[in-house]
């Protein structure tokens, strides 16, 4: 998620900076780095050192020590070897206690900003730093009256700490710490009041992503069970945000800490649904649906919504039918024309449509009513992307079901006259919706077909191609016949053979509707668009607009941002504060 770096690290609290040769350069402040590469390693090495000292022998002198920091942490990110050489002078250690210890909250930012950086760049600089009494001292910076800026530094290094680290995912609990940002989800903003225009309520919004991020990485990647059965008491305050909010900037992070709370978590799935949360996630997706048709925007956002749902159901198909009360299907249907969607968009709502039709018939007749079985049959015949082809596939077996109960009663489901006459005309048009799910199977045979051979995408292109070509006519025709009259329900087909049973089956079993949610950029939290140090608003250095959030599924938001550079450049060109 994109978020703006804390705003203490400013210019207006940095000395003027003055290029000096390295023979003149003394321990009244830190060496200068204007002219000079430090990728040359005697040379990183000597300024690391240098830059020790001076903040050993600067302790009062803050803007001197805070100017140090931010230049160890230029080194650290221009040479790989940097971290691990200022960690083994000791000057990892110095700068932690230093964060303790310092008495000026300026150079405690400072100190947690290098911290988190080098932790990041390198997994030894990690390990080192992932004790207890880090822990507890992020936590006590977090639970007192610290300011806003410092609390945003604490939680970057947590997120630090924790990502792809069971270790840290241990700690955060053990040390209370977990706890603590919890109690910040609930209350750093109101749940009744959003004005990002308002710059108090803005930097406090920073301070809310920032911890969102890091409950995130608290219980995914690994996943941690613990740590999600923790998170779940969040839910019903994450659906008061959504109920209240319908804004990309709350959507979008709820949707993530929602989707990797309950992800491959049955009992925590089970407790979403129970609190209302599918219900919550439903009324949002339709609503969204209907803005789609006006704005791109809502089109997108509705896509993580989508992954959202996906990553409930997907372990828990029957909880489809609370989804059949909103005619989520139809929605999903609709989504899925709009033009502006790539094809992992659209193959994330086709494998929903997949689970919410794995066993619902209410979703099933749903997708018949609302021409889901052409769309199914055309993105096979057209597309010739195979995970796409593989969701369609799924959708096309879960239809077969129904498929058959249509074609034997007309009585089974309590339909109005309007759709009894429909189903009537099916009937009499039987002849012809038989060849077209004939037509269908052949495709989904020749994809078993090609499954079992070797190199599959060579053989695909060369001979699926052909297949496709002989019958696309008829397929076309029975299209065309089918939209005109409004028919969205197949009717009697032929037994499916057990071959293809098997095949569903495998392809089942290979985890492709494991994707759900987590494949997506939405769900997957990679360490650079979650923390308050590389996802910072890009739109901070222009008059604090307010950011508006990238729509990648790793819609996640994942833009780098210029406050780095900005920082440090301001660091060498500020005014000297006497």
Same mark, same amino acid.
């Given at each position: 998620m994109a978020l703006e770096r804390p705003a203490p690290l400013t210019s207006a609290l940095l000395p003027r900076r003055t290029c000096e040769p390295r023979s003149e350069r003394s321990l009244e402040g830190p060496p200068n780095?204007?002219?000079?590469?430090?990728?040359?390693?005697v040379e990183m090495k000597t300024d690391l050192n240098l830059l020790l000292e001076c903040l050993k022998y600067q302790m009062d002198n803050a803007f001197s020590q805070k100017e140090a920091l931010v230049t160890i942490h230029s080194i650290c990110q221009q040479n790989s070897n940097a971290s691990v050489y200022f960690r083994e002078i000791g000057g990892l250690m110095f700068v932690k206690n230093l964060a303790k210890s310092s008495e000026h909250s300026m150079v405690k930012e400072a100190a947690l900003y290098t911290l988190g950086a080098i932790a990041e760049k390198n997994v030894y600089c990690q390990q080192t730093l992932c004790t207890s009494e880090l822990f507890e001292d992020l936590t006590w910076f977090l639970s007192n009256d610290s300011n806003i800026n410092l609390k945003r530094m604490s939680v970057y290094v947590i997120l630090v700490l924790v990502s792809n680290n069971r270790t840290g995912q241990t700690l955060v609990r053990e040390t209370g710490c977990i706890t603590v940002l919890s109690r910040l989800f609930r209350t750093v903003i109101s749940k009744?009041?959003?004005?990002?225009?308002?710059?108090?309520?803005?930097?406090?919004?920073?301070?809310?992503?920032?911890?969102?991020?890091?409950?995130?990485?608290? @219980?995914?990647?690994?996943?941690?069970?613990?740590n999600q059965m923790f998170c779940c008491s969040l839910f019903p305050h994450a659906n008061e945000w959504l109920k209240n909010f319908m804004k990309p900037e709350i959507i979008r992070p709820i949707c993530s800490f929602i989707g990797l709370t309950l992800a491959n978590n049955t009992y925590v799935q089970k407790y979403f649904?129970?609190?209302?949360?599918?219900?919550?996630?439903?009324? @949002?997706?339709?609503?969204?649906?209907?803005?789609?048709?006006?704005?791109?925007?809502?089109?997108?956002?509705?896509?993580?919504?989508?992954?959202?749902?996906?990553?409930? !159901?997907?372990?828990?198909?029957?909880?489809g039918i609370v989804l059949s009360k909103y005619h989520i299907v139809s929605k999903l249907l609709a989504l899925l024309l709009h033009e502006s969607l790539d094809s992992g968009e659209k193959f994330s709502i086709m494998l929903t449509l997949g689970h919410c039709t794995e066993d619902c018939e209410e979703n099933q007749y749903d997708l018949f009513k609302n021409n889901g079985l052409p769309l199914m049959i055309q993105a096979l015949t057209e597309s010739q992307n195979e995970e796409l082809n593989k969701a369609a596939t799924f959708v096309l077996h879960n239809c077969k079901k129904i498929t058959e109960k249509l074609s034997l009663s007309l009585g089974e489901y309590p339909f109005d006259e309007n759709e009894t006459q429909q189903l009537k005309d099916i009937n009499g048009k039987e002849k012809n919706l038989e060849e077209h799910w004939r037509k269908a199977k052949e495709i989904l045979h020749r994809i078993e077909q090609l499954e079992r051979e070797g190199n599959e995408e060579e053989i695909q292109r060369e001979n699926c191609q052909d297949n496709i070509s002989s019958m696309n006519m008829s397929i076309q025709n029975?299209?065309?016949?089918?939209?005109?009259?409004? !028919?969205?329900?197949?009717?009697k087909a032929e037994d499916e053979d057990k071959s293809h049973s098997r095949r569903f089956q495998s392809y089942k079993s290979h985890g492709v509707m494991s994707k759900a949610c987590t494949n997506d950029d939405q769900m997957k939290t990679p360490l650079k668009s979650a923390n308050p140090v590389h996802a910072c608003y890009r739109e901070s250095e222009q008059n604090k607009s307010l950011y508006k959030a990238k729509s990648s599924c790793n819609q996640n938001l994942r833009e780098e941002t210029t406050f780095e550079k900005n920082f440090i450049s301001q660091s060498r060109n500020s005014a000297d504060p006497t």
């Open positions: 780095l204007c002219t000079r590469n430090s990728s040359n390693s009744y009041e959003l004005d990002l225009s308002d710059k108090n309520v803005f930097q406090s919004y920073q301070l809310w992503s920032s911890v969102c991020s890091t409950l995130c990485v608290c @219980v995914n990647n690994p996943q941690n069970d613990e649904v129970s609190v209302g949360g599918l219900d919550v996630l439903s009324q @949002v997706l339709v609503q969204l649906e209907s803005d789609s048709h006006e704005t791109l925007s809502s089109a997108k956002l509705a896509v993580v919504v989508t992954k959202t749902v996906d990553a409930c !159901i997907a372990d828990n198909p029957t909880f029975t299209w065309k016949h089918l939209h005109a009259d409004h !028919i969205g329900r197949a009717t």
